[in-house]
């Protein structure tokens, strides 16, 4: 049998939801699966590196990419544009990978627009809205008038979360690893992907 096509997986959460050290986590776990890497317009952080948490490009750049159809979607985050590279993902998923998109909102609209049900959607939420500004004021990059606009994105997009497949509470990080873990194994699971495994293990069902 062709191996199965693999996974695009969503993992979205307002920033300071927690996303990245579940990312990170999941990144060390498991080293089979695509980490697609986005490009953007932000300025790069203290400790990032272009080619690794992102491609940073000017504007014009990232403009004539997307008019070059290179992203598979693009998004307009926090006064930045985001976009995800469409060849490498293209190319992970008809290998056989999974591959894991750290996307917002509007890019898991994006991805289940493009794949449908073939995509699994994950929204990663903090455990309340308290434990979020703390999360964020602790980040020394903010700035505050940046935690506040980024705290009533997060109410929109918190607000959006029932549209995901399902949700996980990172309260504790391990445990919601081992959260996403078991939704991605569930979903290689699911009857729809498998079609072609009955009639591989047992045969003798076509000749009744
Ligand atoms: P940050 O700039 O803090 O790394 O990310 C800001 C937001 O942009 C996060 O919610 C992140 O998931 C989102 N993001 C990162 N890359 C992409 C992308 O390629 N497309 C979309 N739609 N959102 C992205």
């Known amino acids: 049998m062709d191996k199965p096509r ?20 999941l990144a060390q776990r498991h080293t089979e699966f695509f980490y697609s890497v986005s490009a953007t317009t932000r300025p790069r952080r203290a400790g990032e590196e272009n ?7 000017d504007e014009a750049e990232f403009m004539r ?3 070059a159809g290179d992203f598979l979607e693009t998004a307009r985050v926090h006064g930045h544009w985001y976009g995800t590279p469409r060849g490498p993902l293209e190319r992970a998923l008809g290998r056989g990978k999974d591959v894991v998109l750290d996307v917002d909102v509007q890019g898991g609209d994006s991805i289940r627009r493009v794949y449908g049900d073939e995509a699994l959607l994950i929204f990663v939420v903090p455990p309340n809205l308290a434990t979020l500004r703390e999360r964020l004021v ?4 903010e700035e505050p008038a940046l935690v506040e606009r980024r705290m009533a994105n997060a109410l929109d997009e918190l607000r959006r979360a029932p549209e995901y497949d399902y949700i996980v509470v ?4 391990r445990r919601a690893v081992d959260e ?3 939704v991605i194994t569930a979903e290689h699971l699911r009857s729809s992907r498998l079609a072609g495994i009955l009639d591989e293990r047992f045969p ?3 000749e009744g």
């Open 6 to 25: 693999g996974i695009p997986i969503v993992i979205s959460s307002p920033s300071g939801g927690g996303k990245t050290s579940i990312y990170v986590e």
């Open 51 to 57: 080619g690794v948490q992102y491609h940073f490009l």
């Open 65 to 67: 990419r997307r008019t």
């Open 138 to 141: 602790r980040r020394r990059s």
């Open 170 to 173: 990172n309260d504790d990080l």
């Open 180 to 182: 996403v873990e078991a």
């Open 204 to 206: 003798e069902l076509g």
